[in-house]
């Protein structure tokens, strides 16, 4: 097995678009707290478009379960920033869950993507896209698994321009949508990385357009 870049240890430092630094690292444990300040500051439009559902607060065993990950399993990486007196300011945090209810190796994954407010517009999720692609790609996973609305024609056009190859399924008004994910080197700059319609889609994701995971939105309490 090849050594790993996206290990406990990883920092990466950015600039985005507009020139403000940010910073990328695993999420650990101990950022609750920074989670729970980070939500707080979210419009009620994107948190109803995060979750599907009006949503005032993250609560304690929400927090432990989208901080306390596994980081093989269940990975999700964080950017931060920092205040003008040095406090710690989430930006943004993307996120897979490694599907485990199918035969044989499993190798498809539930995917999501969440920039704050202040932080759309900047080129931070196409960043977060990438990081999160090429750390699937070293924990095994082939393949992303989306959720889009069944009524949403644009978004279909748009993951079938994606992927031509890709599956779907309809269940309640939710079509469920799997695609290969591209060969992604670890430390690819965004601006190297040709633009499509794989990078439109995330980019809807992460600002809240679409909806990417049933299961992080069905894991939570719309309270």
Not at 55 to 66: A, C, F, G, P, S
Not at 94 to 103: K, V
Not at 121 to 145: C, D, H, P, T, Y
């Amino acid at each position: 097995m090849s050594p790993r870049f996206f290990t406990p240890d990883y920092v990466e430092r950015a600039e985005l678009r507009d020139g403000s630094p940010v910073t990328l690292r695993l999420v650990r444990g101990d950022d609750k707290e920074l989670l729970r300040r980070e939500f707080e500051r979210w419009s009620p439009d994107s948190r109803y478009a995060r979750f599907h559902a009006p949503k005032q607060r993250l609560t304690d065993d929400e927090l432990t379960y989208l901080t306390e990950t596994d980081q093989e399993n269940h990975f999700a990486i964080g950017a931060v920033s920092e205040t003008a007196d040095g406090e710690p300011l989430g930006l943004g945090i993307a996120r897979f869950i490694r599907l485990a209810d199918q035969l044989g190796e499993p190798v498809t994954a539930e995917a999501a993507i969440s920039v704050a407010d202040h932080a759309q517009g900047k080129g931070l999720g196409r960043l977060l896209f990438l990081r999160l692609v090429a750390a699937a790609k070293e924990r095994g996973i082939e393949r992303f698994r989306c959720f889009v609305l069944g009524s949403n024609s644009s978004m279909q056009d748009l993951i079938t321009a994606i992927a031509p190859d890709h599956t779907t399924e309809l269940d309640a008004g939710v079509m469920s949508i799997d695609f290969a994910l591209p060969a992604m080197e670890p430390d690819v700059a965004a601006a190297e990385t040709p633009e499509g319609g794989m990078y439109r889609l995330f980019r809807a994701v992460a600002e809240g357009a679409v909806r990417l995971t049933r299961r992080l939105v069905d894991s939570v309490d719309p309270d």
